[in-house]
């Protein structure tokens, strides 16, 4: 069944630390499936990974399927004289999560430290900061330790990574809550796409990319776009979606109803970053979602960028993309939530969408 090697490989990938630029021991568990698959997987400098899955005709469109092994976290930016961690953050940290979660340090010899972010006891908190905010600079991370020498004995010094505590839980029906199901739900997705799509042969030729570096500057993307120079590519990542008593209302996407489509996005913080999605992309994934009885959802949202907004611009004449994801509620804290249910609908869509490109398919605007 294909939900329970996706459920297989997301408790595995989501229990796996990975930080932006620390994606090593995500991508060994990602080449291991790879090559079960028979496939020869390449990584570039960056640290991506790439297989390629053979067209039978070079004149058919050449598809590109990211997600993004790497997650959000810290790394140490500087140890105190008696052993607290202060961090500093990697990618988008939502920091009224962060005191009293439980962390994961990295040590040079390879390992994992468990450990905590402090937070003052509640007997001690003044009314008046009950309801504040702290942000990363003040708080600090507790590894049980008493001086900085304890700290550098286990091998962690300034700029090793320090990331939530790995877990995956499921809950009741086909939902799960787990560390980083964005994006390593997508990778499961990806590495399920690679076992369906080598039992047998279609017109184009597709690339499957384990991405790095999405959370920090989506320089991953960029590198595997210049690398193969596809002609179309999607991103699977994850999506919020507007089904909790706190969003209701805001947006139409949600959990359990199947796979969403970006048809407009923009990060909106800053960055003039964002995707249309291609015409072309958005009638190919239409008419697979019909044909394979999938429900599709629809989404138009500002506050975020995945892998394509970054790929869309690479080559020559540019790539045609779109942003294909899965409902995560929570995204971006210790604990994700989401439903497999939605992740194999979403590899089931994607492997429709690449059975279906042709020579033939209209690729207008
Ligand atoms: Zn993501």
Redesign the pocket.
């Known amino acids: 069944m294909m939900i329970d090697r996706i459920d297989n490989l997301s408790r595995e990938l989501c229990t796996t630390p990975g930080l932006a630029g620390h994606e090593q021991k995500v991508c060994e568990i990602v080449k291991r499936e790879f090559l079960s698959c028979n496939l020869e997987p390449v990584t570039d400098n960056t640290g991506n990974c790439y297989v390629k899955i053979e067209g039978t005709d070079p004149k058919a469109p050449v598809l590109m399927i990211t997600a993004?092994m790497d997650s959000l976290g810290f790394v140490v930016r500087f140890i105190e004289e008696d052993g607290f961690l202060r961090v500093e953050r990697v990618g988008g940290i939502p920091e009224k999560v962060l005191p009293a979660t439980e962390m994961v340090v990295g040590s040079r010899k390879g390992g994992y430290y468990p450990a905590v972010i402090g937070v003052k006891s509640h007997h001690q908190t003044e009314a008046n900061e009950k309801y504040t905010v702290d942000p990363y600079k003040s708080l600090y991370v507790d590894l049980g330790v008493s001086s900085r020498e304890e700290v550098e004995d286990l091998g962690i010094q300034i700029g090793s990574p320090v990331l939530y505590k790995p877990k995956y839980q499921k809950i009741e029906g086909s939902r799960v809550y787990a560390s980083w199901l964005?994006?390593r739900g997508?990778v499961a997705v990806l590495l399920d796409l690679a076992h369906e799509l080598v039992l047998h042969r279609r017109p184009s030729t597709i690339w499957l990319v384990a991405t790095v570096l999405?959370?920090f500057n989506f320089g991953g993307a960029k590198v595997a776009a210049k690398t193969i120079k596809p002609d179309m590519s999607i991103a699977i990542?994850?999506g919020s979606p507007y089904d909790t008593p706190d969003l209701k209302g805001e947006g139409f996407t949600f959990m359990g109803k199947g796979p969403v489509m970006d048809l407009y996005n923009f990060h909106g913080r800053g960055t003039l970053n964002g995707t249309f999605a291609h015409p072309a992309m958005v009638r190919v994934c239409e008419s697979a979602a019909e044909a394979a009885g999938i429900g599709l959802q629809r989404q138009a949202y500002v506050g975020g960028l995945?892998d394509v907004s970054n790929i869309q611009f690479e080559g020559s004449g540019g790539v045609m993309c779109l942003d294909l994801g899965f409902p995560i509620r929570y995204c971006h804290s210790p604990t994700e939530l989401s439903d497999l249910k939605d992740m194999e609908a979403l590899s089931l869509l994607i492997k429709q969408m690449a059975d279906s490109l042709s020579a033939q398919t209209d690729l207008s605007r």
């Open positions: 993004h964005d994006d997508g999405e959370e990542d994850g995945t």
